[in-house]
């Protein structure tokens, strides 16, 4: 049981760690693991820190249900210190990640024309924006024959509003990233 508090406790440093990185960094632009360690392809470290949490958490939990077989105990135990391992090998290894040649994703726009394609999300969040409100007012005075194409282009409308939103989002995740990396 002593073991299992030392790992509890060496996970829940290694979450505060790739808490930092993952503020400080951003999303990798490619999955930082394997896909047979780390279900998915995540490209920041939380995640992988919690999937490590969640194989402990299956672990302890099997075996204080007594369902847990040896089999299936060295294989959660393999996983589990393979997790860490690469979690602690990814968080030791940021002074060469920041040397590294950056993707030419990252570089495809200038900085200058980043900040052009940011403003004009701006300018097309607020114009969407007034539309959402136009629409709302509209459905609230239509007639009842009316209401349900009044509903639905308020619905396509605040779909729109969204993607924009997600990709001004996007934009000034790129352009923080940017500017942190010169």
């Given amino acids: 049981m002593r073991q299992l508090s030392q790992i509890e406790h060496t996970l829940e440093s290694l979450n505060k760690q790739a808490t930092q990185v993952d503020r400080t960094r951003g999303e990798h632009h490619q999955a930082l693991f394997d896909e047979r360690l780390f279900h998915g392809k995540a490209r920041l470290l939380v995640p992988c820190v919690e999937e490590a949490q969640a194989t402990l958490s299956s672990l302890t939990r099997e075996q204080q249900t007594e369902k847990l077989t040896r089999q299936h105990a060295e294989f959660l135990t393999q996983r589990l210190v393979a997790q860490i391992e690469a979690i602690q090998r990814e968080l030791s290894t940021l002074s060469i990640r920041k040397k590294e040649p950056k993707h030419r994703h990252y570089f495809r726009k ?13 300018e097309w969040e607020r114009r969407l924006k007034e539309m959402v409100r136009a629409q709302e007012l509209a459905v609230s005075q239509a007639s009842f024959s009316q209401q349900a194409q009044a509903q639905q282009t308020l619905i396509k409308t605040e779909q729109r509003l969204k993607r924009c939103q997600d990709s001004k989002l996007k934009l000034e995740k790129q352009i923080t990233f940017r500017e942190k990396s010169k």
């Fill in 110 to 122: 200038s900085i200058h024309r980043l900040y052009q394609d940011l403003a004009q999300h701006q």
